[in-house]
């Protein structure tokens, strides 16, 4: 009784004091009464009370904004020394009350919500967590840190993901810029102008822009996994490998490679695919990996691809890639790499051939004729390939049909460049008759 007593005691002189500073408007007597309560409180371990007196303390008239932002800030101090879960949530739920509309304290309360999501997501509460983060936007606190406000929404995107809530999570990741990860991070600060916010610095905790960039592009692979996106995946382990810790450490960059390399086939073919192929295959590091280099230059090249003999030499490998980031390959993606192979061959047979029969198509697909037509059907609707199947007959022809202008054209064309032949063929003729003349004159 004598220890609550003289608490009281204390508390009751603190607040008098506090009183006086307010209505004095006195901003470092205020904060420093503010802030001595609530030592006294963490001191004595009184959790109800400190709860009591941090709203209290925030609901005086004239309250002024210095005091409640110092009151906030200790409290936060106190968090991880809290006795037990309950009491951490209750004290973390009372910050958030004080905080809550207050500009002043924007941050403190997002890192909060932080806390708090945390803690939901330990307890399994995954739903409840992703609510607590999407209900702060941080993009709009001027005064937070850079790389603070990515590390909050990447939060938000990986837990969107775990709850399998995947438009919310690209809602979310169309948020963050990927060239901010691009940004020189050495160049020096500009200080703030007159009447600018001044940018708090981040804390300890937060990871580096560049740490921030693998994880960025890390939750991208999951949200396009779920899609089947293989050149969006691409792309992204394409960004990965391009970061400077990952390309001097074979050990990490050698598992990257063989991802990029892997998703390439995947990948429908399309200028974009076509152009990162190429890319892929000028860099030296692919010396390293001599198998992938080779599956890639046969990609390449414009010749027909055996599905048995290239799956009987890269299965175990397809197998091995245990460790993706979306999820490991699996069915699906052999079915896939046997759709691209397949494609890639159509588009061989179609550079070589302007007529070919259905039959002479499925040998060389080493396919069925209904399953030749099928895939090469899927392809002109994708606008992939221009064909045509004459099916009475049994003939695919791959020649664009031209219009009456266009062959009219081509004929000017021809006509032009014959007569530029006939042309040039007599001036030669002219010149070695001169030639000529001129000798057998004495």
């Not at 860099?283 to 414009?302: A, G, R, Y």
């Not at 004459?390 to 032009?416: M, T």
């Amino acid at each position: 009784m004598g220890d609550s007593g003289k608490l009281e005691a204390s508390i009751d002189r603190l607040l008098n004091e506090e009183k006086q500073m307010r209505l004095a408007e006195n901003v470092s007597g205020t904060r420093k009464a503010a802030t001595e309560i609530l030592q006294l409180c963490f001191e004595a371990k009184d959790w109800k009370l400190l709860n009591e007196q941090i709203l209290n303390l925030s609901k005086k008239r004239g309250q002024l904004k210095q005091a409640v932002q110092s009151m906030v800030q200790q409290a936060m101090q106190y968090i991880d020394q809290t006795p037990d879960i309950e009491t951490r949530i209750e004290l973390i739920k009372t910050l958030n009350n004080v905080s809550a509309g207050k500009i002043y304290v924007e941050i403190e309360r997002a890192r909060l919500t932080r806390k708090l999501a945390k803690i939901k997501e330990d307890q399994g509460q995954i739903a409840e967590a992703a609510d607590l983060m999407q209900e702060v936007a941080v993009e709009t606190f001027g005064a937070m840190a850079k790389t603070e406000k990515i590390a909050f929404i990447l939060e938000q995107v990986r837990l969107c993901l775990d709850r399998q809530d995947y438009v919310r999570a690209q809602i979310l990741s169309r948020k963050i810029n990927p060239r901010v990860f691009d940004a020189d991070t050495k160049k020096d600060k500009k200080k703030p102008k007159e009447g600018e916010n001044i940018v708090e610095e981040a804390p300890a905790d937060i990871p580096t822009l560049l740490e921030l960039k693998r994880i960025y592009y890390e939750l991208m692979i999951r949200y396009y996994s779920h899609n089947n996106e293989y050149l969006e995946i691409c792309r992204s382990y394409k960004a990965i490998y391009d970061i400077p810790s990952v390309k001097e450490n074979p050990e990490q960059w050698i598992p990257v490679l063989r991802k990029i390399c892997w998703f390439l086939v995947l990948a429908p073919h399309d200028p974009m695919q076509s152009s990162l192929l190429n890319a892929t295959l000028e860099d030296k590091n692919l010396s390293e990996i001599p198998d992938f280099k080779m599956l890639l230059k046969q990609v390449v090249t414009m010749e027909v691809i055996q599905w048995t003999s290239l799956w009987n030499k890269y299965k175990d490998e397809f197998e091995k890639e245990t460790n993706m980031v979306g999820g490991s390959l699996g069915d699906k993606a052999g079915e896939d790499l046997k759709l691209r192979i397949i494609e890639h061959n159509i588009l061989v047979v179609s550079k070589y051939y302007s007529r070919i029969t259905l039959k002479r198509l499925a040998e060389l697909l080493c396919l069925s004729i209904e399953e030749a037509e099928k895939h090469l059907s899927e392809m002109v609707v994708s606008k992939a390939l221009i064909a045509k199947i004459d099916r009475p007959s049994g003939i695919v022809c791959f020649q664009v049909s031209k219009d009456s202008n266009e062959i009219l054209n081509s004929w000017a064309v021809n006509l032009e460049k014959l007569l530029d032949l006939v042309e040039k063929s007599c001036h030669q003729i002219h010149k070695e008759t001169m030639v000529h003349k001129a000798a057998l004159r004495p």
